[in-house]
């Protein structure tokens, strides 16, 4: 029994313990800032995301006002603008409408685009933002882990993530590669991301 034991101890001890590499080591989910602006108050009232198309970048810079990001993404040229429902930009061609959003309160605020993508299982640490955050998915299929569950975001499908503060995992969960659009609205003067765990 006592060499069975020391055995066992040497393959552990070794490496050679079969696990399953899903277990090991997961890809992690590759994230990069498209554009941001931090801005000292936001519009009054229930605040959206309008996400439009144009066909320059010069154009929907031009577009953007103080409440607009725009950016390059997926061979095209993105408008977001964040204010009330049904608002739309000259020149562009309305995509989706995101909101409304979790309410932020802060002296300063980050708007921020991000751009997700990675194979199917690929993932995020679990971590928190200060403020809400907000999905669009180009392709591929993205979840969203919280403590109350699992929200998955479809092509196409504009989503509200939760507010902020809230411990969250983000991966992707379909059967082909993601690519997503995440729209933030942060209080400027925390860390845009912090660890977490789930309670």
Not at 33 to 50: H, I, N, R, Y
Not at 136 to 153: D, F, N
Not at 162 to 176: A, D, F, H, K
């Amino acid at each position: 029994m006592k060499r069975i034991l020391i055995g066992m101890t040497v393959v552990l001890a070794s490496g050679l313990w079969s696990i399953p590499s899903t277990a090991i080591a997961q890809q992690a989910l590759v994230v990069k800032a498209l554009a941001d602006k931090k801005v000292t108050e936001l519009p009054a009232g229930s605040l959206f995301w309008q996400i439009e198309n144009f066909p320059t970048l010069a154009q929907a810079q031009a577009a953007a006002g103080p409440m607009g990001l725009a950016a390059e993404s997926g061979g095209k040229v993105w408008l977001f603008r964040l204010g009330p429902a049904g608002g739309s930009s000259a020149g562009g061609t309305k995509v989706a409408e995101v909101g409304p959003l979790p309410k932020v309160v802060a002296t300063q605020y980050l708007l921020r685009i991000n751009e997700a993508g990675g194979p199917p299982g690929s993932i995020t640490p679990v971590h928190t933002h200060p403020g809400s955050e907000a999905f669009y998915v180009l392709a591929g299929e993205q979840s969203i882990r919280t403590s109350h569950g699992v929200l998955r975001v479809r092509v196409g499908q504009p989503e509200t993530g939760p507010g902020g503060g809230t411990p969250v995992q983000v991966s992707s969960s379909g059967s082909t590669d993601l690519h997503a659009l995440v729209m933030f609205v942060v209080d400027a003067t925390k860390p845009f991301s912090s660890p977490a765990t789930f309670p």
